[in-house]
């Protein structure tokens, strides 16, 4: 009788170890890269502003490209990763987008940046799914939330990070610098994760050709377990769905499935607006203070604050979802709005201003790392990179408009108040759409705690992995 090994158990029994420490460093690595360079040109704006003498709203087209490629990315390779591996997605997204955030060294007016930074964004947009579903799958559940938010702060510690570049290196190397960075990094990362980084045992599991790949990696996972070379291993969530999926390119049939009929567009809004607000204090908050008297250097610091205060609401989030699910990221909507308006009161000092900031990007930036936990965790595995990649591509219209919209507005010359009661809108709507799948998810659940199995689906999985069991003796 072959030894029979339950995939749910041998990942949800393990202790947190070596290897998920390796996994979750190797995740944040990737993540600080995508997010260095979403923020890059952000940063180079106002010294080409200064350079090439185009006005600062001529920029939101740039902006928003490389965002409306994380529309096409996200489903595109979200796709690639359901189909042929999470690994390989990855690393086809962090290649795509060093090269061409490289190739913006050499670029000489915004519409060959535009090109770049679109093609940039596909990359960009890939990457975020399939490093999600990887953890997801790779997480033990008490832990999963937690791991998958703390892979996240990546992103705003990288987002952050053109900061001091520009502060200290532009002045001396010109706003190439930012981008020769920005290349460099994810394509030696690249190569470290192509040596380094495991694919899915879930995914692997599913697929019975790289049975000898799987059994490396559950062997590396669980060290603690003696696992023969004929293992058998077993999914013990219905598998009838996964046959499903075959031929459903655009992977919509799963994702809308059952009570994920409502949940999946309300969660769509909550990507959308948290992506619409944060891609707009993104993308020019470095403008805007400059163009309020503050100097280089202290806008430079006072947007990077924004993204250090992300990386504390990442913290804050990932210790909240477990108890509180998406209760808790419908509170930081709460919070969110008056902080992004309070912004642009008049008579702060820059110190003030600083602060203000930061604890928007608290609550901005630990909503969106909320909802992309989250959207990890509500998926069932067959579908859980098409459903993450498809709240990501279509949330990103979101980011697209933010810019272009903000652009507009600074070419209407509004007062700065007024601009960022415009911004903390999206938030309110946001609100709403948070307070509904929190409720929906407790229903579906029956209760705060998030799977990727609703409750009253447990009896019929446990019937379908008892005659799984039965079939493999």
């Known amino acids: 009788m072959s030894h029979v090994v339950h995939t749910d158990r041998l990942v949800d029994e393990q202790r947190i170890g070596?290897?998920?420490?390796?996994?979750?460093?190797?995740?944040?690595?990737?993540?600080?890269?995508?997010?260095?360079?979403?923020?890059?040109?952000?940063?180079?704006?106002?010294?080409?502003?200064?350079?090439?003498?185009?006005?600062?709203?001529?920029?939101?087209?740039?902006?928003?490209?490389?965002?409306?490629?994380?529309?096409?990315?996200?489903?595109?390779?979200?796709?690639?990763?359901?189909?042929?591996?999470?690994?390989?997605?990855?690393?086809?997204g962090s290649v795509i987008f060093g090269v061409c955030t490289l190739a913006m060294v050499w670029t000489t007016s915004l519409g060959q940046m535009a090109v770049l930074r679109f093609l940039t964004g596909i990359g960009i947009g890939g990457l975020m799914p399939n490093t999600i579903s990887l953890n997801s799958e790779m997480s033990p559940r008490r832990?999963?939330?937690?791991?998958?938010?703390?892979?996240?702060?990546?992103?705003?510690?990288?987002?952050?990070m053109p900061g001091p570049v520009a502060g200290w290196l532009?002045?001396?190397y010109g706003w190439q610098i930012l981008f020769v960075i920005?290349?460099?990094?994810?394509?030696?990362?690249?190569?470290?994760?192509?040596?380094?980084?495991?694919?899915?045992?879930?995914?692997?599991?599913?697929?019975?050709?790289?049975?000898?790949?799987?059994?490396?990696t559950a062997r590396r996972m669980r060290p603690d377990?003696?696992?023969?070379?004929?293992?058998?291993?077993?999914?013990?969530?219905?598998?009838a769905a996964a046959a499903s999926t075959n031929g459903d390119f655009l992977g919509l049939r799963e994702i809308f499935k059952g009570g994920l009929a409502f949940i999946t567009p309300l969660l769509w809004v909550c990507f959308g607006t948290t992506l619409m607000a944060n891609y707009f204090l993104n993308s020019w908050l470095p403008l805007i203070f400059e163009s309020n008297g503050i100097t280089p250097k202290q806008a430079a610091i006072a947007s990077t604050l924004y993204h250090f205060g992300g990386t504390i609401g990442g913290i804050v989030v990932s210790v909240?979802?477990?108890r509180f699910g998406f209760a808790a990221i419908a509170a930081l909507f709460a919070l969110a709005a008056p902080a992004i308006a309070a912004i642009g009161f008049e008579g702060l000092s820059t110190t003030t201003l600083t602060y203000v900031s930061g604890f928007a990007g608290l609550a901005v930036l630990g909503a969106q790392f909320g909802n992309n936990a989250c959207s990890g965790?509500?998926?069932?595995?067959?579908a859980r990179s098409q459903g993450v990649g498809w709240a990501l591509g279509i949330g990103r219209i979101g980011s697209i408009v933010g810019p272009y919209v903000g652009g507009?507005?600074?070419?209407?010359?509004?007062?700065?108040?007024?601009?960022?009661?415009?911004?903390?809108?999206?938030?309110?709507?946001?609100?709403?759409?948070?307070?509904?799948?929190?409720?929906?998810?407790?229903?579906?659940?029956?209760?705060?705690?998030?799977d990727d199995r609703p409750a009253e689906s447990d009896a019929g999985a446990r019937a379908a992995g008892t005659k799984q069991l039965e079939a493999a003796r």
């Open 18 to 92: 070596s290897f998920h420490i390796k996994l979750l460093v190797l995740s944040w690595l990737a993540m600080f890269a995508d997010g260095y360079d979403i923020s890059a040109l952000s940063f180079a704006a106002p010294e080409l502003v200064r350079q090439w003498g185009v006005p600062s709203e001529a920029f939101k087209v740039a902006f928003s490209a490389s965002l409306f490629g994380v529309l096409f990315g996200a489903p595109l390779l979200g796709y690639i990763g359901d189909r042929f591996g999470r690994r390989k997605a990855i690393l086809l």
């Open 143 to 160: 832990w999963r939330a937690t791991l998958v938010v703390l892979m996240f702060t990546g992103i705003t510690l990288g987002s952050g």
């Open 170 to 172: 532009v002045p001396e």
């Open 182 to 216: 920005g290349g460099a990094v994810p394509l030696t990362f690249a190569v470290v994760l192509f040596f380094a980084l495991p694919e899915s045992v879930k995914f692997l599991a599913r697929h019975p050709s790289r049975r000898a790949q799987l059994l490396k």
């Open 225 to 239: 377990l003696q696992l023969p070379d004929d293992a058998q291993f077993v999914i013990e969530q219905p598998v």
């Open 320 to 322: 909240l979802l477990n």
């Open 377 to 382: 965790l509500i998926y069932p595995t067959e």
């Open 408 to 450: 507009v507005l600074i070419g209407m010359n509004i007062p700065m108040n007024e601009l960022f009661l415009w911004a903390s809108l999206p938030m309110v709507l946001g609100l709403v759409a948070a307070t509904l799948v929190a409720r929906l998810c407790y229903k579906r659940f029956r209760g705060f705690t998030l």
